[in-house]
């Protein structure tokens, strides 16, 4: 049996998201230490352009903010408003070089997992009109509306400008109450409709064969090109230890088994340790190296007692991450090796 699908959100992707979510932790007061715990990132690895940052890592970092600041509608928002076309970098390039609004689209939606998002698109047909549909159920309920806010915030801003007008672009969304309103409230001039069935944006039929200002169809070939060797170089490191070992960071205060593991992957636990063994890889390995990586961020953190630790890590109590610790550094938990 092959390994079955993962999260949509769950593949490699470039610094520069993450950057945005630091970034806005410590206009709210929070410490990058904060911001950074339970990723194993440095704030050294977020300036290097090619430093690879796991989804898990990504969704880590939110949920140290809202674990911190709160799930205050618009906090998305905030997030998504502060994307440019280079943060977008190759991807992002590509599709301003299409030569239409509609080869964009399509260009974007093929190479999805070039960019950031949490969220699927799905292309749909609207009647003339094109829309993109922001699938989310994959998407953790903890982090699911900060996440779309920060998509649909995200589009909305960038949009025009690479076209050059909010005309022709509508912007649908599910929320209601708090969440409705901040978006309202922080969009203003976008054709915002909320309370909708589903999340879309849509673009016009009018707008669709509209040529790009930065339109170059040598430059679209090559930029194109490169993000097909961009896609293909993630996908290879993608094996079956980086795919547990994102599940496993996902969820470490569950202490998943490699049973639970197995079943998020429809594959049977047989068939997951004989993966992970040709890889040179066990689950109790993977699921050690989670957590000695977390282990090193959380004890830098005086406010945190070992026994909020432990339970961080999955661990019934103090004394068994001691002794899991002793195992990993030869001595105790904040003591001096």
Not at 61 to 73: F, T
Not at 259 to 267: F, G, P, T
């Amino acid at each position: 049996m092959s390994i079955g699908s993962t999260p949509t959100w769950d593949h490699p992707r470039g610094p520069a998201a993450t950057r945005i979510l630091v970034d806005l932790g410590i206009e709210h007061g929070l410490s990058t230490t904060e911001c950074l715990s339970g990723t194993g990132l440095r704030l050294a690895d977020l300036a290097r352009p090619d430093t690879v940052v796991e989804g898990g890592q990504e969704l880590a970092i939110a949920r140290n903010l809202l674990s911190r600041i709160g799930d205050q509608p618009g906090l998305g928002v905030a997030a998504g408003m502060r994307y440019t076309v280079g943060t977008l970098g190759v991807w992002g390039y590509a599709m301003l070089s299409s030569a239409s609004v509609r080869e964009a689209i399509r260009l974007g939606v093929r190479y999805a997992e070039l960019s950031f998002a949490f969220i699927r698109p799905i292309l749909e047909p609207s009647g003339r009109d094109l829309a993109v549909i922001f699938d989310d159920t994959d998407i953790p309920a903890d982090v699911r509306g900060f996440f779309v806010e920060r998509e649909l915030a995200k589009i909305a801003v960038l949009t025009p400008l690479a076209v050059g007008a909010h005309r022709g672009l509508r912007v649908e969304a599910a929320f209601t109450g708090a969440r409705a309103a901040a978006l309202r409230a922080r969009l203003p001039g976008v054709d915002l409709r909320t309370g909708t069935e589903r999340h879309r944006i849509v673009f016009a039929a009018a707008l669709l064969d509209q040529s790009l200002p930065q339109a170059d169809s040598t430059t679209a070939l090559l930029l194109e090109e490169q993000c097909t060797r961009m896609l293909e170089a993630r996908r290879a490191r993608r094996g079956v230890s980086a795919r547990v070992r994102a599940l496993i960071l996902a969820d470490i205060d569950q202490a998943p088994s490699a049973a639970d593991i197995a079943v998020r992957l429809h594959i049977d636990e047989r068939t997951l340790r004989r993966h992970l063994h040709s890889e040179g890889a066990s689950f109790r390995e993977l699921v050690d190296e989670v957590r000695a990586t977390l282990a090193a961020d959380l004890l830098t953190l005086d406010r945190l007692t070992l026994t909020e630790i432990a339970r961080r890590l999955g661990y019934h109590d103090a004394a068994g991450f001691s002794r899991a610790h002793r195992r990993w550094t030869g001595h105790a938990p904040r003591s001096q090796p």
